[in-house]
């Protein structure tokens, strides 16, 4: 071959190897490019917080819909408890957390009271969360001893209209949905009641049924045994729409008290600048596994009626409830011991 040639040879091998690397560059590339993509929600176990002890309402919610979740997810729901400070450890806890939808919380109506029951939160009540969707509410029932003479909603406002500050009601706590709820029917019914606190539901419900207290205004789960074995006599529950846990009994506002509505509600929240693929495929999660049957029985049993509206719909209810509460403990002067 002569001289001509060989350089002819040279550079065609040149140009050969030239492109072998420019494809395998460009292949490297793309292969990086398909590695560097999002990988799909979730790919690792994710918390659910609790801010409640085990075994309450909000632990038990919490635990239903994380099995459910699990199964749903491929990836394992943890539900981690933090009780404490009315619910404050937990929401705190998740507002700092990463917004990458591996930490949540199993939310309460206490979110919206706590707004303006405290003058000073470690978070901010709206914008420190991104809604994902409700999960579930649960109306109070008031409820009188059987023996009473106060038999409806309307013998219990007259009765208060005839001894102003004398009929008494029983709560959780001050500042619990209990006690709330109390405030609220004595402000639009026009009426004064006489609030009883104590450290969580049972001795105040024993002390009703022993005739030392007139009504109260408690949780599903922690009357209904006494209703059904004829201790407590149901009078109406707090919800605006009549309960398919109680559908017999009607509603505060049918009874008397147009537009009242109070209880307990729970939703999930994350932490705000979660990405929005990741609340949707949240929500989606919710929504499918409250339409589970057993899902539902088990929210049933707690007195609670699935909702699962969307993340907007959940966005804008809870500023509502702020206001609402907001008015109550005011009027009220309901102060954190």
Same mark, same amino acid.
């Given at each position: 071959?002569?001289?001509?040639?060989? *350089?002819?040879?040279?550079?065609?091998?040149?140009?050969?190897?030239?492109?072998?690397?420019?494809?395998?560059?460009?292949?490297?590339?793309?292969?990086? @490019?398909?590695?560097?993509?999002?990988?799909?929600?979730?790919?690792?176990?994710?918390?659910? =917080? /609790?801010?409640?002890?085990?075994?309450?309402?909000?632990?038990?919610?919490?635990?239903?819909?994380?099995?459910?979740? %699990?199964?749903?997810?491929?990836?394992?729901? #943890?539900?981690?408890?933090?009780?404490?400070?009315?619910? =404050?450890? $937990?929401?705190?806890?998740?507002?700092?957390?990463?917004?990458? @939808?591996?930490?949540?919380?199993?939310?309460?109506?206490?979110?919206?009271?706590?707004?303006?029951?405290? !003058?000073?939160?470690?978070?901010?009540?709206?914008?420190?969360?991104?809604?994902?969707?409700?999960?579930?509410? !649960?109306?109070?029932?008031?409820?009188?001893?059987?023996?009473?003479?106060?038999? /409806?909603?309307?013998?219990?406002?007259?009765?208060?209209?005839?001894?102003?500050?004398?009929?008494?009601?029983?709560?959780?706590? %001050?500042?619990?949905?209990? *006690?709330?709820?109390?405030?609220?029917? +004595?402000?639009?019914?026009?009426?004064?009641?006489? *609030?009883?606190?104590?450290? @969580?539901?049972?001795?105040?419900?024993?002390?009703?049924?022993?005739?030392?207290?007139?009504? #109260?205004? /408690?949780?599903? +789960? !922690? #009357?209904?045994? *006494?209703?059904?074995?004829?201790?407590?006599?149901?009078?109406?529950?707090?919800?605006?729409?009549?309960?398919? &846990?109680?559908?017999?009994?009607?509603?505060?506002?049918?009874?008397?008290?147009?537009?009242?509505?109070? $209880? %307990?509600?729970?939703?999930?929240?994350?932490?705000? @600048?979660?990405?929005?693929?990741?609340?949707?495929?949240?929500?989606? $999660?919710?929504?499918?596994?409250?339409?589970?049957?057993?899902?539902?029985?088990?929210?049933?049993?707690?007195? &609670?009626?699935?909702? $699962?509206?969307?993340?907007?719909?959940?966005?804008?209810?809870?500023?509502?409830?702020?206001?609402?509460?907001?008015?109550?403990?005011?009027?009220?002067? #309901?102060?954190?011991?």
């Amino acid at each position: 071959m002569n001289e001509r040639g060989t *350089h002819m040879q040279h550079t065609l091998t040149f140009r050969i190897a030239t492109l072998a690397g420019t494809c395998f560059a460009l292949t490297l590339a793309a292969a990086n @490019g398909a590695g560097a993509a999002e990988p799909a929600y979730p790919v690792r176990p994710i918390r659910l =917080i /609790s801010p409640f002890a085990p075994g309450g309402g909000n632990d038990i919610i919490s635990r239903t819909l994380a099995g459910a979740l %699990t199964k749903d997810f491929g990836q394992t729901v #943890v539900v981690d408890n933090r009780p404490g400070a009315n619910t =404050i450890i $937990g929401m705190e806890l998740v507002a700092k957390a990463a917004p990458d @939808g591996y930490t949540l919380i199993m939310t309460s109506s206490t979110q919206a009271i706590n707004a303006t029951l405290y !003058s000073k939160l470690p978070y901010d009540s709206i914008k420190s969360f991104a809604p994902v969707s409700m999960v579930g509410s !649960s109306p109070l029932i008031v409820a009188a001893p059987a023996a009473s003479s106060i038999r /409806s909603v309307s013998d219990l406002i007259a009765a208060a209209k005839a001894k102003p500050g004398e009929i008494s009601y029983p709560s959780a706590g %001050t500042g619990n949905s209990t *006690h709330l709820g109390g405030e609220l029917f +004595a402000s639009m019914a026009g009426v004064k009641l006489l *609030h009883v606190p104590y450290k @969580g539901s049972g001795p105040g419900i024993t002390d009703l049924i022993a005739g030392r207290l007139s009504v #109260v205004f /408690s949780t599903s +789960a !922690s #009357v209904l045994p *006494h209703i059904k074995s004829g201790r407590l006599r149901g009078l109406a529950v707090t919800s605006s729409k009549r309960s398919a &846990v109680m559908p017999d009994l009607p509603t505060v506002a049918e009874s008397g008290v147009p537009g009242y509505e109070a $209880g %307990t509600w729970y939703g999930v929240l994350a932490p705000a @600048g979660t990405p929005r693929p990741v609340v949707q495929r949240l929500h989606a $999660g919710v929504v499918k596994a409250l339409a589970l049957p057993d899902v539902k029985e088990l929210l049933m049993l707690q007195g &609670v009626d699935p909702v $699962g509206n969307t993340p907007q719909e959940f966005a804008a209810y809870v500023p509502r409830e702020i206001a609402k509460w907001a008015k109550v403990i005011k009027t009220a002067g #309901v102060k954190t011991e």
